[in-house]
């Protein structure tokens, strides 16, 4: 076989494999996906994660969308800001997703929001609560998590409910831009109800020993430690709160749940309240409750745990609001994305999302306006309030 020939036919078969290639991408449309799988906030980003790919499953079990199945393209950010960016360059430009969701924390979040700009590719966050996220000037960001201020008013609506009422409060908050936010927002909202406002203790996102700083708020005299941060330092903070008897009630805001002080609650008695987005023990209260029945009979099938649900749904609801963008789009593209996601009127398993323009003028970021409920644990049992 001469030259010529050679020639000939390897450039036929490089077309060939250049062709099924193409063929193959084209199969699926990709949604790229950036959670923290390790490290100190792996838990809620497992979950996240977990919740994406049942949605992803009920897509494809439903007939996909634009006649094609949609391929999750998961990353570990590692709950570490620099590998967030990491993780959001390697999805855009070797994997070619045309659309992200992620990535759990304001900080990481924040973190990738140039890489936005600068590759024009839209993301979907689906938990993190900075202000700062939505009031920058980006507008490929679009947020289906309530920003802390939105926490804080809702909250306000039902404050005068507790009994005994809160007429000082603490603050117990990891020392990043969602609890330092968070922080700032529930104060303001505390102080137009005429509360008192007291301490405000931090701890880094790793931190195992809370004992200084439950032992400077339990002499502090404020009736209430609102306390922000992920699933582990949650239940670090009620436990040890607990063993030694702050005499405050505990309210977490941000929408993490201490899911394993169900098994293995703290000191008999010691009572918590939770500000959460879903609540997989009363799910009739649920807007759409086929679609909160769909998401948790997924999660059911696949030997979860209960509570895991209550970061889960982020995922869930994160991934039907890109496919509906995708679906009204007509087109698995960043700017078309961009763009129908404007128009989004979606059903989740928290309810219904839409989104309305915030922050600066021809730069807006889109913002849901998400439902939020008070649940109450003691002793390992849950009540929805």
Same mark, same amino acid.
């Given at each position: 076989? @001469?030259?010529?020939? =050679?020639?000939? $036919? ?6 060939? &494999?250049? /062709?099924? #290639? *193409? ?62 960016? @990491?993780?959001?360059? =390697?999805?855009? $430009? ?6 992200? &969701?992620? /990535?759990? #924390? *304001? ?279």
């Amino acid at each position: 076989m @001469n030259w010529h020939i =050679k020639k000939s $036919l390897a450039a036929c078969i490089g077309l060939a &494999m250049f /062709a099924a #290639s *193409s063929a193959y991408a084209q199969e699926t449309i990709k949604i790229g996906v950036t959670e923290p799988l390790t490290g100190a906030v792996a838990a809620a980003g497992t979950y996240v994660t977990n919740g994406a790919r049942i949605a992803a499953d009920y897509v494809n079990q439903n007939g996909g969308v634009l006649g094609k199945k949609i391929q999750l393209v998961i990353e570990d950010n590692k709950s570490n800001p620099r590998e967030a960016v @990491n993780s959001v360059e =390697k999805l855009i $430009l070797k994997d070619k997703v045309p659309v992200l &969701m992620g /990535a759990w #924390s *304001s900080t990481f979040t924040l973190a990738i929001m140039p890489k936005l700009i600068e590759y024009e590719v839209p993301l979907l966050v689906e938990a993190a609560s900075s202000s700062k996220i939505t009031s920058a000037g980006n507008p490929w960001v679009f947020r289906i998590s309530p920003t802390s201020a939105m926490e804080a008013n809702a909250f306000s609506k039902v404050i005068d409910g507790f009994n005994p009422a809160i007429k000082k409060a603490d603050f117990l908050v990891v020392n990043n831009d969602w609890g330092l936010g968070a922080a700032i927002e529930f104060k303001k909202m505390l102080e137009a109800k005429g509360i008192a406002v007291g301490r405000t203790e931090t701890m880094t996102p790793d931190m195992t020993d809370l004992s200084a700083q439950l032992a400077a708020l339990k002499s502090s005299g404020s009736d209430t430690v609102f306390v922000t941060s992920g699933i582990e330092q949650l239940t670090l903070a009620i436990r040890q709160a607990g063993e030694q008897r702050l005499p405050q009630r505990i309210i977490t805001t941000g929408g993490a749940f201490p899911e394993p002080l169900l098994k293995n609650p703290g000191p008999k008695g010691y009572v918590s309240q939770h500000l959460l987005f879903f609540a997989p023990w009363a799910p009739e209260r649920a807007k759409h409750p086929a679609v909160a029945k769909a998401f948790m009979d997924g999660w059911k099938s696949r030997g979860l745990e209960l509570a895991g649900q209550v970061e889960g749904f982020r995922g869930f609801d994160g991934i039907l609001t890109i496919v509906e963008a995708i679906k009204l789009a007509g087109k698995a593209e960043p700017a078309a994305i961009r763009e129908a996601l404007w128009k989004v009127q979606a059903k989740g398993a928290n309810g219904d999302i839409a989104f309305s323009k915030v922050g600066v003028a021809g730069k807006e970021s889109g913002q849901a306006a998400p439902n939020v409920y008070v649940v109450e644990l003691k002793d390992g049992q849950v009540t929805v309030k």
